[in-house]
């Protein structure tokens, strides 16, 4: 898939929002996408092992902020429901909304990347 495969609306990641944020600097904007899509995965993964509330929460609560610097506002949506859940392992809320969450967050990484190879 191809950044110009989405439609503006429908884009993962706010680029407009970014640019604000980075004062149009494309380096910047790289830089922050690359830690971004980087840190949205390595939290994700400690919600998908997460063995108590707090690391729960927590974990949902980084990625949800680091969503919101950048733009990528389906996957803040996402986060911010799973710190709002209340935290169970085996409760099939949870384990959709960590598949919501992922779902977004793999929609953004692929996104980033579609930014980097096009250019």
């Known amino acids: 898939m191809r950044m110009r495969d989405w439609a503006g609306d429908d884009r993962p990641i706010d ?11 494309p380096q910047l904007e790289r830089e922050v996408l690359q ?3 980087a840190q949205a995965r390595t939290y994700l993964n400690r919600i998908k092992e997460a063995g108590d509330a707090r690391t729960w929460r927590e974990s949902a609560h980084t990625i949800k902020g680091a969503a919101r610097g950048v733009g990528a506002w389906k996957v803040a949506e996402e986060a911010d429901r799973a710190e709002r859940m209340a935290f169970s392992p085996d409760d099939e ?5 960590v598949a919501a969450l992922e779902s977004a967050i793999d929609s953004a990484r692929r996104f980033i990347r ?3 190879t096009e250019h």
Do not use: M, Q
């Not at 680029?15 to 600097?25: E, F, N, P, Q």
């Open 114 to 116: 579609t930014l980097f």
């Open 15 to 25: 680029l407009v929002h970014l640019a604000r944020h980075t004062l149009g600097d």
């Open 93 to 97: 809320r949870c384990r959709n909304s």
């Open 35 to 37: 830690l971004f899509a």
